[in-house]
């Protein structure tokens, strides 16, 4: 196993003693170690490569001279499961320090005496939109309901196959929206597909005032480090100013977290990460070799093969995808 010079895709060591001797184990995330019953020993060093041979013997060495901690951000906000430990830092706790940041950003721009109940979009933003209800004194509830046999919508093929999934994966239970303010608290905001089903969801239940809030910052850039994500025309918040996102998502107020915030959160709990990998929000790519050419070839590449998915899942909503995509961006 080996983990990038950069530091930027997780990678952990975990043991297990047993009767035939040292068994080890190589894992992403620490809870794939803990459920399968091997003891966490350390995450593995950017650049460092680790070899188990036949007999069980552990080797370790630095194949990367300049290498650097700059941990993918994202995994934070949204890929890690909660219960998982990056670098020394835990991922409930983080996203728990998130809601803290957020409910901060959220009073000082809207009048939170006005909100009824905060709401989470199960499961990611949970943590946050607890700590979000705490920290502004206002109610928390779940209005929406998971169906478990949903896979997560971002990285599903096709924006008409994304569209129903949201639908699908998500019931709103109408008791907990009628005649109500509510903040509903994601971890972050991609396509936009989501949030906007999400508002309209809510709004068919009865609400009678939507305020969107993202513990994350806007997502306008694609992420090129082996994260299955849309490319910059697929993502919402590219070249469109807030004021044009929170149209399309159809909220009656969008609240975004800001990257200074968010990066605070996890530097709260382990101040020895002084970098990230952050590009989906900020654009810097930290390994330097990646050019516009290579975005726009990635791009013309995914868009062909997205909208050959969307043509083969649905070929009347392939089409009213594309109009209204050309009517937001004549727009």
């Known amino acids: 196993a080996f983990r990038d010079p950069f530091g930027i895709r997780p990678l952990c060591i ?78 409930y706790n983080v996203r728990m320090r998130m ?54 919508t971002f990285i599903m093929p096709g924006q008409a196959v994304r569209k129903k999934s949201v639908r699908q994966k998500l019931n709103a239970m109408r008791i907990e929206f009628k005649d109500k303010t509510v903040l509903i608290v994601d971890d972050s905001i991609v396509r936009g597909t989501t ?8 709004r068919e239940s009865g609400a009678k005032k939507v305020i969107f809030a993202s513990a994350a910052p806007p997502v306008r850039f694609p992420n090129v480090y082996g994260i299955d994500m849309p490319t910059r025309s697929e993502l919402v918040a590219y070249g469109r100013t807030h004021d044009e996102i929170n149209d399309l998502i159809g909220a009656d107020q969008l609240i975004y977290q800001s990257v200074e915030d968010m990066k605070k959160a996890v530097q709260d709990i382990n101040p020895n990460i002084k970098n990230f990998e952050a590009s989906c929000f900020d654009g810097n790519y930290i390994t330097g070799d990646i050019t516009e050419a290579y975005l726009d070839a990635l791009e013309a590449a995914r868009n062909i093969a997205n909208n050959e998915e969307d043509r083969k899942s649905d070929p009347s909503d392939f089409a009213r995808s594309q109009l209204h995509l050309h009517l937001a961006n004549g727009d």
């Not at 909100?115 to 509830?141: E, F, H, T």
């Not at 949030?195 to 809510?202: D, G, R, T």
């Open 14 to 91: 975990g043991k297990i003693d047993t009767p035939e001797g040292t068994e080890w184990m190589i894992a992403s995330e620490s809870v794939a170690l803990e459920g399968l019953g091997y003891t966490f020993v350390r995450d593995v060093i950017p650049g460092e490569a680790i070899y188990i041979d036949l007999d069980g013997n552990f080797h370790t060495r630095q194949c990367a001279p300049s290498a650097s901690l700059n941990p993918c951000i994202f995994e934070y906000v949204y890929l890690a499961r909660p219960d998982s430990t990056i670098d020394g830092v835990t991922v």
């Open 195 to 202: 949030s906007y089903e999400i508002v309209q969801m809510a």
């Open 99 to 152: 809601g803290d940041y957020l409910a901060e950003k959220i009073r000082a721009e809207t009048d939170v005496s006005k909100i009824d109940v905060v709401m989470p979009i199960p499961d990611s933003s949970r943590p946050a939109a607890l700590q979000v209800a705490k920290r502004l004194g206002i109610s928390y509830r779940e209005g929406f309901f998971k169906n478990r046999y949903i896979g997560r």
